[in-house]
């Protein structure tokens, strides 16, 4: 069933055996510690990758591809094991690097129908795939120019293509909207949300841009200094319980210090939220009827009373937070 | 699936000219044959590289050059040859003496453009994360390499060795009594090849810039060679007569002087090496080349 835009916006699909499975998977360079015990199980989705440089994302990408082999543990990826089917790994998964990689003296064509025969697509089925494909990422047009031509936008759609040119079940893309401008950016990002949503292809996307996690992916995997943080669908952040945002409209340090009066704690909202907003903690049901009393009380208007939703941002930053303490307990 | 793609295909007589349709993303069922199809793939496309085919005019000219100047004389000897048949213009030794210089500018100029722009043009990510092993992508530009190069080291001979037969009184008859020429002139032709070959491929896997391995590939080998027979030449002592094998053209000459049973150069008279080393040291050139480039293309070695 084709999912667009306009369906509901976390399409994880959990019926689906996991595209990946990962136990244990442990790799060191030297005394670094790249991935250290990494166990989750994810879904066919569009997963975003996070992580801050270092964080472990590329060897866990290259891990999956099965270009690099463990120290420890296993894995699979479409059902396939990656220490030793690797190439039948690679003959069903696409891989855009982050890297600059593309032949300059070849056309977007040639090279991409290329990419597909070195997945094992017969040359005619290969010219073939190659122009659909270039024609789904828009440059149906320039399929016959020289790649050297093509600014930098355009490069990152060959990039694309050639990963999905042997139609995978699953294409990693590493780092897909670095150096493109608001424009390209905001173009690659509509592109990699088809890729799943109407092609079908499994997606993970390794980026350190929550925003871009945020608006294309249904599941996440936080990486941070080689250990797993956090693996879990988008859609099941729910709210952060006993927390409301008041935003009203008059004296706020008046109502501030009115609920504060009642035992209720309160915090100003981040910036971000709206400078007249409060964070109210909610100790019972009778919070609320203190808050509207005490606005009623105050002739200020209660513009809105909502609960407080958990961002990918708290999500990423409190897992770190939590984890680097419990480390460092440990240590 | 998109509405687009579940769409049936239009038919011949639905697709009449002028009608647009929507070409949605279609899924492929059709075989995937795996790594034999992208060896056989690499292996062709880093020939066709090579040759410039598909790319600008400009990179087809040096190939053309060389192709033209090996096969030229090959159609002068052959038409002197029909024409005055007792006038014996060159033997296989001249001939491959002759273009020697040839097939080795070819793998200076020609056979770095099998393996260099992979690494400048970081290229290599996406060949390792298709599907093949690293030892397959080295196996396909060895491959590459060496049939490339004996299309102007083999190839040529072979037709000497046709064109002489078919311009004797009875091509049938010299055929059947020179058989053995040819089986001597493929083996040189294909030892030359995988020779020269293999030693542009290692000094190519050691750099990403072209002119670099050109510059590195005709200077060293004029440079050895030159050191190496004057070594011969000139030092009067026993080990020193070794240095005949730095020289790349003397050790054919002397591979070339043995099989056609003729007297070699005065290098390698004066060297008076068993001819078995000769063969073994181009033997060990190769098989240790070709494990050199394999390592240069292990993990840690390529990106």
């Known amino acids: 069933m084709l999912q667009t835009k306009t369906d509901t916006r976390r399409v994880t699909d959990t019926d689906a055996p996991p595209v990946i499975e990962v136990r244990g998977i442990r790799k060191t360079f030297g005394s670094f510690v790249a991935l250290d015990g990494i166990n989750m199980s994810v879904p066919r989705a569009s997963v975003g990758l996070l992580g801050a440089n270092g964080a472990g994302k590329t060897t866990l990408i290259r891990t999956l591809l099965g270009l690099i082999a463990p120290d420890s543990g296993t894995a699979t990826v479409v059902g396939y094991d990656t220490q030793h089917e690797g190439t039948k790994v690679r003959e069903y998964v696409g891989y855009m690097p982050e890297a600059e990689g593309l032949p300059s003296n070849t056309t977007a064509a040639d090279f991409v129908g290329h990419m597909a025969e070195m997945s094992g697509i017969p040359p005619r089925a290969a010219r073939q795939r190659a122009a659909d494909v270039l024609y789904q990422v828009g440059l149906a047009e320039e399929r016959y120019r020289l790649i050297k031509g093509f600014s930098t936008g355009m490069r990152q759609r060959v990039k694309l293509a050639q990963a999905i040119v042997h139609d995978p079940k699953l294409v990693f893309l590493d780092e897909p909207t670095a150096g493109l401008d608001p424009r390209g950016r905001e173009e690659m990002l509509e592109l990699i949300e088809r890729i799943y949503r109407q092609l079908g292809i499994a997606v993970v996307v390794s980026t350190h841009i929550l925003e871009d996690v945020e608006r294309v992916c249904d599941y996440v995997v936080i990486l941070d200094q080689g250990r797993l943080i956090a693996a879990q669908s988008l859609g099941d952040l729910g709210d952060i319980g006993g927390e409301v945002i008041v935003h009203i409209e008059g004296d706020q340090e008046a109502f501030r210090r009115a609920l504060e009066a009642q035992g209720i704690t309160v915090r100003e909202a981040d910036l971000e939220m709206g400078f007249e907003e409060l964070i109210v903690e909610v100790e019972n049901e009778s919070t609320y009827d203190l808050i509207r009393d005490i606005a009623v009380a105050q002739g200020a208007l209660l513009r809105s009373l909502r609960g407080r939703s958990r961002s990918l941002e708290d999500i990423y930053l409190g897992n770190i937070g939590a984890t680097r303490e419990e480390v460092g307990a440990r240590e | ?303």
């Open chain 2, 1 to 303: 699936m998109s509405d687009a793609a579940n769409a049936p295909a239009p038919t011949a007589r639905q697709a009449s000219y002028g009608e647009v349709f929507d070409r949605g993303y279609a899924h492929y069922d059709g075989p995937r044959e795996g790594r034999r199809r992208a060896v056989l793939s690499l292996f062709l496309y880093s020939i066709k590289r090579a040759m410039g085919i598909r790319k600008s005019w400009t990179a087809k000219i040096l190939p053309a050059l060389l192709y033209f100047s090996s096969f030229v004389p090959l159609i002068v000897i052959i038409g002197i040859a029909a024409l005055a048949p007792d006038f014996n213009v060159a033997s296989y030794i001249d001939y491959f003496g002759g273009i020697f210089m040839i097939v080795g500018i070819f793998c200076a100029t020609v056979i770095p453009e099998i393996l260099v722009p992979d690494r400048r043009e970081k290229t290599l990510p996406l060949y390792f994360a298709r599907a093949i092993t690293r030892f397959d992508y080295v196996f396909a530009k060895l491959a590459a390499a060496a049939v490339l190069t004996m299309t102007i080291s083999v190839l040529p001979a072979i037709i000497l060795w046709l064109g002489t037969q078919l311009t004797a009184e009875s091509p049938a008859s010299a055929m059947r009594e020179n058989i053995g020429d040819l089986g001597r002139v493929v083996l040189l032709g294909t030892l030359i090849a995988l020779t020269l070959g293999t030693i542009s491929l290692v000094i190519s896997s050691m750099t990403d810039r072209k002119g670099v391995a050109i510059g590195v590939i005709i200077i060293g080998f004029l440079v050895i060679t030159g050191i190496s027979e004057v070594a011969v030449l000139e030092l009067d002592m026993g080990w020193s007569n070794y240095f005949i094998l730095g020289s790349i053209q003397a050790v054919f000459n002397a591979i070339a002087s043995s099989l056609f049973d003729v007297v070699p150069d005065q290098e390698v008279q004066e060297a008076n090496l068993d001819t078995w080393i000769y063969f073994a040291w181009v033997v060990f050139i190769i098989v240790a080349g070709s494990l050199f480039v394999r390592w240069r293309y292990s993990p840690r070695n390529a990106s």
